[in-house]
């Protein structure tokens, strides 16, 4: 059971546009929602995260919009520069006022940003 | 740099032999992680220590142990390998037993 489905499987864009990447999960009880980045070789790095009491948060060209009620949740890379090519895992977890941070992963996304 | 670390690197080895991967959190983290990345599975959880004590358990096969030292270093133990096994395994930590992960930069296991 995949509790947290991750869209598109890769994706290319063009210098200068805009990377979207989509996440839906199943379990209502999760209550952060953090985006990784990670690059060839290398461990998975945080990226920008966001708690379900707010609806997006940004972060330079990096933003995240939440829906609660659809359960769902995107990854938007603004001015997509080729040094954002990697991949990306949206992820989820159960946590507040609990000792369980164990994250769930979506299966990436393989970003091309072409120039 | 993540101030994670993790050793070996690399591993390469044999179907029913046993390896040991080793972790050392960032500076005051109580917590550790242990993921198994495969192209077909993806990344996923397979147990939490948080200050030498087994927290959280995900899926870990019974052929795979870990601990966590005193010294707040852990070790994943992986015994009995299968050719299934060959995986990246990361090691992630945290301040607390919550709270953001930081991900060490990994082992890659070859299981021949």
């Known amino acids: 059971q995949q509790q947290v489905k991750q869209s598109p499987q890769s994706l290319i864009v063009q210098k200068g546009g805009i990377s979207i990447i989509n996440c839906a999960y199943e379990?209502?009880?999760?209550?952060?929602f953090p985006w990784y980045q990670q690059f060839p070789g290398k461990g998975p790095a945080l990226l920008i995260a966001?708690?379900?009491?707010?609806s997006e948060k940004k972060e330079g060209r990096f933003t995240i919009s939440f829906n609660k009620s659809a359960k769902q949740f995107s990854l938007h890379i603004m001015d997509s520069q080729p040094g954002d090519s990697a991949t990306y895992f949206c992820?989820?977890?159960?946590?507040?006022?609990?000792?369980?941070?164990?994250?769930?992963f979506g299966k990436g996304t393989l970003l091309t940003v072409n120039p | 740099d993540s101030g994670v670390t993790q050793t070996p690197k690399h591993l390469i080895t044999a179907t029913g032999q046993r390896v040991t991967l080793r972790c050392s959190p960032r500076?005051?983290?109580?917590?550790v992680y242990w993921y198994q990345q495969s192209l077909d599975q993806g990344l996923q959880f397979l147990i939490q220590?948080?200050?030498?004590?087994?927290?959280a358990k995900g899926n870990i096969l019974e052929r795979f142990s870990a601990q966590q030292f005193p010294d707040l270093h852990s070790e994943l133990n992986l015994s009995s390998l299968e050719l299934g096994d060959s995986a990246l395994y990361f090691c992630?930590?945290?301040?607390?037993?919550?709270?953001?992960?930081?991900f060490g930069p990994g082992t890659r296991l070859l299981v021949l």
């Open positions: 992630a930590s945290s301040a607390q037993g919550f709270g953001t992960q930081y």
């Open positions: 379990n209502t009880a999760f209550d952060y």
């Open positions: 966001i708690r379900p009491d707010v």
């Open positions: 992820a989820a977890s159960i946590g507040s006022g609990g000792s369980n941070y164990k994250l769930t």
């Open positions: 500076s005051g983290d109580l917590s």
């Open positions: 220590y948080y200050n030498g004590e087994e927290r």
